[in-house]
């Protein structure tokens, strides 16, 4: 009779157990899943598995006197069998006979100090199953397999059968023990990598929670640097409005970080885990305004080859910053009207009304009150918007806050551009102080930006603008000289701008309307071509008529 075909539709159980096996994840799990699988065929007397571990109960551990290390041996963590003795043995208990075992000690500790299988001839010489031969006579026990855990060099346990038949006669049995002791060696070496990860997972997240506490001590309100009374008063406001769904409208002069008090308002805020949107009203063609706010179907319009959704869509759940809001055009302030009243919208070219939820921060440098009076900007959505109004003092009348954003933007432009940090000597300091700042802390930025690039050593040489705010006259020699502001007369707004509109006009002419370049108009009034740029469109001057 061949052995081998009599068993064989066992293996096939064992090929579905190694199935199995693939899909837990869970060591505990698969341990216990492969003994009480193992156990279920019918010549199988008993299976246990030992994972090798530091050694805990040395103390106590019948086999003390054997253990030569004292450091580590192998633990009981799995066991299923049936036992046939009278009384039975309670092959399940993890604490009893072989609870401990240490390494090269017994059939089962040399095969993890050998890190391979014991020969048939081994164990029938071996003195520990000799002196356990009572016990397996009345077990009827004729064969053990015992195959180490080995993953790669590593050992991690050893995984023993104790079988009803010889284990000389099966010699696919062997083979099966052998796939199964590689997979769960596998399994477990997975399982110890996933812990880790988690282990590394859970110390950077701590880490940065720890990270994020210290930077929320040194820095409560995030890029917003300063201890002026008046800055203070607008942090103080910050928070109590931001936890609210209100509305809020920040008003300031170019420059003076209305954004950084938006994102702040956000961040703050019950939606600080969605998304805040963005809006520039003041870069946006004249005749894409609908679709940038609501969006648009494929075909709406020439040019709409695909659908596209708008910001008020994307910012559902969060937070629409609309920056610069008093270059709206008129007619689109209606609509935006009722998306805030409503929280209903239609995209260009579509039927379908679509209902948001977005909190508005809106933002103007612009005298709001004065061009509703001039009829460029609605009342009510001005009351709409106004619910909650935040005011950003001028960086001039906030001296106490230069030293400090002088300082962070020394170390942060320096760490861009991987330099050291510069010393900025006192007399620099003053500098910075007593200037007027027309650009607020945008142009304070670009200060020290450009004084870092243009330093060649490690003391900061500061590099100002002409002031802006002094106009230019033409002499006879047909050089724009720079002019003390007359000291007997206060200018009021209209005046000043009269003034500064004329002062461009003159120095445009004098470089024929050319803006960029050395010998270029930004260049001769000491500003960035870019804020040049802005206050031609501020003032509606005509370039092409300047060149005539």
Same mark, same amino acid.
């Given at each position: 009779m061949?052995?081998?075909?009599?068993?064989?539709p066992e293996f096939e159980s064992l090929k579905a157990l190694l199935i199995e096996m693939a899909m837990e994840r869970s060591?505990?799990?698969? $341990?216990?899943?492969?003994?009480?699988?193992?156990?279920?065929?019918?010549?199988?007397?008993?299976? *246990?598995i030992w994972l090798k571990k530091k050694a805990d109960i040395c103390n106590k551990c019948s086999m003390f006197k054997l253990c030569g290390?004292?450091?580590?041996?192998?633990? $009981?963590?799995?066991?299923?069998?049936?036992?046939? %003795? &009278?009384? =039975?043995?309670n092959f399940s208990d993890l604490n009893g006979h072989g609870q401990r075992i240490p390494m090269g000690v017994t059939c089962i500790g040399k095969v993890a100090q050998n890190k391979k299988p014991l020969s048939p001839e081994d164990i029938k010489s071996d003195p520990d199953w000799q002196n356990r031969d009572n016990w397996a006579k009345g077990e009827h026990l004729l064969g053990f397999g015992g195959q180490p855990l080995r993953f790669k060099d590593d050992v991690f346990?050893?995984?023993?059968?104790?079988?009803?038949? #010889?284990?000389? *006669?099966?010699?696919?049995? *062997?083979?099966?023990?052998?796939?199964?002791?590689?997979?769960?060696?596998?399994?477990?070496?997975?399982?110890?990598?996933f812990r880790q990860i988690d282990h590394l997972k859970s110390q950077l997240e701590l880490e940065n929670q720890y990270l994020k506490e210290e930077i929320n001590q040194a820095r409560s309100f995030g890029s917003i640097?300063? #201890?002026?009374?008046?800055? &203070?008063?607008?942090?103080?406001?910050?928070?109590?409005?931001?936890?609210?769904?209100?509305?809020?409208?920040?008003?300031?002069? %170019?420059?003076?970080?209305?954004?950084?008090?938006?994102?702040?308002?956000?961040?703050?805020?019950?939606?600080?885990?969605?998304? &805040?949107? #963005?809006?520039?009203?003041?870069?946006? =063609?004249g005749e894409l305004y609908e679709s940038e706010f609501f969006g648009h179907i494929k075909g709406a319009f020439t040019g709409a080859v695909k659908n596209r959704a708008g910001r008020f869509q994307a910012a559902d759940g969060g937070t629409l910053f609309l920056d610069e809001i008093g270059e709206l055009p008129l007619a689109l302030q209606g609509k935006l009207l009722r998306v805030l009243q409503e929280g209903a919208y239609e995209r260009i070219g579509e039927d379908i009304t679509r209902h948001v939820n977005v909190r508005i921060i809106a933002a103007t440098n612009k005298n709001i009150k004065q061009e509703i009076k001039q009829g460029r900007f609605r009342q009510d959505l001005y009351y709409r918007l106004n619910v909650f109004p935040i005011e950003i003092e001028p960086l001039r009348n906030r001296k106490e806050d230069i030293r400090l954003l002088t300082y962070h933007f020394l170390e942060k432009i320096s760490s861009d551009m991987n330099r050291d940090i510069p010393d900025i000597s006192s007399a620099g300091m003053k500098q910075l102080i007593s200037y007027h700042w027309p650009g607020n802390v945008r142009e304070l930025r670009n200060i020290i930006e450009r004084s870092i690039i243009t330093s060649g050593d490690m003391n900061l040489k500061?590099?100002?603008?002409?002031?802006?705010?002094?106009? $230019?006259?033409?002499n006879p020699a047909g050089n724009y000289l #720079?002019?003390?502001? =007359?000291t007997d007369k206060v200018l009021t707004d209209k005046e000043l701008n009269r003034f500064v509109k004329k002062n461009i006009q003159a120095a445009l002419k004098a470089c024929n309307g050319k803006i960029y370049g050395k010998d270029g108009a930004a260049n001769l009034l000491g500003c960035v071509p870019t804020t040049l740029c802005s206050r031609i469109k501020k003032f509606n001057i005509n370039i092409l008529e300047i060149k005539k």
């Open positions: 061949n052995i081998n075909s009599t068993y064989q060591v505990d799990v698969l $341990l216990n899943l492969i003994v009480n699988r193992m156990v279920q065929r019918p010549h199988i007397a008993l299976v *246990r290390q004292k450091k580590e041996c192998l633990h $009981l963590v799995a066991s299923k069998g049936d036992s046939i %003795s &009278m009384p =039975p043995h346990g050893v995984i023993a059968i104790y079988s009803r038949i #010889k284990s000389d *006669r099966v010699k696919e049995g *062997r083979f099966w023990l052998n796939m199964i002791a590689n997979h769960t060696a596998a399994a477990i070496a997975n399982a110890n990598a640097i300063g #201890k002026s009374p008046s800055l &203070m008063n607008i942090l103080n406001q910050i928070e109590l409005v931001a936890p609210t769904d209100a509305s809020v409208f920040i008003f300031g002069e %170019s420059g003076t970080g209305k954004e950084l008090a938006a994102r702040e308002i956000h961040n703050r805020s019950l939606r600080k885990d969605k998304p &805040m949107i #963005k809006v520039n009203c003041a870069s946006i =063609p500061l590099t100002f603008p002409d002031n802006e705010q002094q106009p $230019l006259s033409y #720079k002019n003390k502001a =007359p």
